[in-house]
Nanobody, 117 residues
Framework: QVQLVESGGGLVQPGGSLTLSCAAS????????VAWYRQAPGAQREFVAQ???????SYADFAKGRFSISRDNTKNTVWLQMNSLQAEDTAVYYC???????????WGPGTRVTVSS
């Protein structure tokens, strides 16, 4: 089991950058696949990026070339670096973790990102 908490959200101007952090507590973080999701106002939650235990990454189409997910298992932390942010990226961003061999998931409470001039 892990517990997750996101941080790094805030207000940023269009074209700017933010780096979100997902800090995990608990055992065996290196055995978890970690992903970022987001939920814009009035919209459904959507997938943003994923990093597997081996380090393989995948991204939603809107994130390719702009966002980068990374992890450091010694620090129990996953980051989402977001560049060239636009108003459409405004959302609450959530961290998700699941054990590599199961479909069970753990969610963080989310961190709000607002892109506005």
């Amino acid at each position: 089991q892990v517990q997750l908490v996101e941080s790094g959200g805030g207000l940023v101007q269009p074209g700017g950058s933010l780096t979100l952090s997902c800090a995990a507590s608990g055992n065996s973080f290196n055995m978890y696949v970690v992903a970022w999701y987001r939920q814009a106002p009035g919209a459904q939650r959507e997938f943003v990026a994923q990093i597997r235990t081996i380090g393989t990454t995948s991204y939603a189409d809107f994130a390719k070339g702009r966002f980068s997910i990374s992890r450091d298992n010694t620090k129990n932390t996953v980051w989402l670096q977001m560049n060239s942010l636009q108003a459409e990226d405004t959302a609450v961003y959530y961290c998700n973790a699941r054990p590599v061999y199961t479909a069970s998931t753990t969610w963080g409470p989310g961190t709000r990102v607002t892109v506005s001039s």
